[in-house]
Every structure is written in structure tokens, then in C-alpha cells.
T-cell receptor
Framework: DAKTTQPNSMESNEEEPVHLPCNHSTISGTDYIHWYRQLPSQGPEYVIHGLTSNVNNRMASLAIAEDRKSSTLILHRATLRDAAVYYCIQSNFGNEKLTFGTGTRLTIIP | GAGVSQSPSNKVTEKGKDVELRCDPISGHTALYWYRQSLGQGLEFLIYFQGNSAPDKSGLPSDRFSAERTGGSVSTLTIQRTQQEDSAVYLC??????????????FGSGTQLSVL
């Protein structure tokens, strides 16, 4: 299974941008990078995904390095509701299930 | 319904009993996944259904675990002769086509299973 590496935890101040890093050094040309987050006592929810180019949606931005071996999830202005565990997942072509690691626990400081 | 629905939300059982957990995916979604999450851990893949294809059972931890998906919709995860180590949150997810490489998974809120 594809393996990503994330910090176990991060803290950020409310109303400031947050940059969550992820390393995926084994990525191949057809693998996508997905981000999900899990709020307390809930199932994971989709945040964003991309292949090569940077991606933006209403929740976040995804910046993918030129060599694709790392990426950064950017929350532009953190709120207390963004406190969650964030999972970075590398999907493999031909293997349709997503493998979740232990993610990064993000704490937002008021 | 609008989202993935799981029932029950909580289940307490005695060691050795059988339990059934239910998942109603989003209408029209052809792919359905079961994961489990032990306390403080990440998600562990259990089983994946995609349309009429044979399910991918590669994540089932033992032969006490089985799952069915009837009519391409509702799925039931059955755990026989439950053990205390089976205690976890069991999460169901669905996606439109099962092409997980490039589409979103939608998760339910899970079933918290406690085996006493």
C-alpha cells in the first residue's frame, strides 16, 4: 500500500493560515493525492484531491510540489471548527480503496 | 437520504455474541467500503464492494467477519463470536463509481461497537 508521512500533530492560531505538510516519496505518475478530515465523533469528510496542478475549492487549497513527492494542504483562515485529524492519502491506479494513515491532529488556538 | 446512513449508532454486546451492522449508501452509488477505527487510531480497511464484481475482502481480519451487499445497495457487516478486540468504530463509505483514485468517498457517522 502507498505510504504517506505526516506530522502527528500541529497547532495554529485562529484566523491565521494553516499549512499541513505531507510526504509521498513513492508516488507514481498516475497516483492522486487526497485529503480528508475527521472531526470529533464523526466519519471522515472529503477536503480536496489533485494530481499535478495546485487545486482550490471552498474548503482549502492543495499545493503539490513540482516533483510530486510532497504536498501541502492550506487552510486560508483557520476557525475553531477546523480542529480535526487531517489525513493525506496517496491513491494507486488499479487499487480502488483508499488507505488511511494516522493523520495530523490539528489544534486551533483561540 | 442525503448521506450515508449507518445503524445502530451504538452497539454494546457481550463477548461471544454475533452482531450485525448496517449501512445505507447514497442512492445510486455503486461502490461501498467498510473501515474500522480503533480508539486513537487511523482507519483500517475491511472490505470493498463495486457493482456486481466480487468484493475485495483483503482487509477482513478473520473469518469471523463477513459482509454482504444486497441489490447493490444496503450492506450488512456481520461479526460472529465477538471478541473484546473487535471494539471499535465501524465506518461505511460510498462513492459514485468506485474509481477511488479520482473521486470522493462519502462516510457515514459510524457504529460504535463495544464488546464487554
Amino acid at each position: 500500500d502507498a505510504k504517506t508521512t505526516q506530522p502527528n500533530s500541529m497547532e495554529s492560531n485562529e484566523e491565521e493560515p494553516v499549512h499541513l505538510p505531507c510526504n509521498h516519496s513513492t508516488i507514481s505518475g498516475t497516483d492522486y493525492i487526497h485529503w480528508y478530515r475527521q472531526l470529533p465523533s464523526q466519519g471522515p469528510e472529503y477536503v480536496i484531491h489533485g494530481l499535478t496542478s495546485n487545486v482550490n475549492n471552498r474548503m482549502a487549497s492543495l499545493a503539490i510540489a513540482e516533483d510530486r513527492k510532497s504536498s501541502t494542504l492550506i487552510l486560508h483562515r483557520a476557525t475553531l471548527r477546523d480542529a480535526a485529524v487531517y489525513y493525506c492519502i496517496q491513491s494507486n491506479f488499479g487499487n480502488e480503496k483508499l488507505t488511511f494513515g494516522t493523520g495530523t491532529r490539528l489544534t486551533i488556538i483561540p | 437520504g442525503a448521506g450515508v446512513s449507518q445503524s445502530p449508532s451504538n452497539k454494546v454486546t457481550e463477548k461471544g455474541k454475533d452482531v450485525e451492522l448496517r449501512c445505507d449508501p447514497i442512492s445510486g452509488h455503486t461502490a461501498l467500503y467498510w473501515y474500522r477505527q480503533s480508539l486513537g487510531q487511523g482507519l483500517e480497511f475491511l472490505i470493498y464492494f463495486q457493482g456486481n464484481s466480487a468484493p475485495d475482502k483483503s482487509g477482513l481480519p478473520s473469518d469471523r467477519f463477513s459482509a454482504e451487499r444486497t441489490g447493490g445497495s444496503v450492506s450488512t457487516l456481520t461479526i460472529q463470536r465477538t471478541q473484546q478486540e473487535d471494539s471499535a468504530v465501524y465506518l461505511c463509505a460510498s462513492s459514485a463509481t468506485g474509481r477511488g483514485i479520482n473521486e470522493k468517498l462519502f462516510f457515514g457517522s459510524g457504529t460504535q461497537l463495544s464488546v464487554l
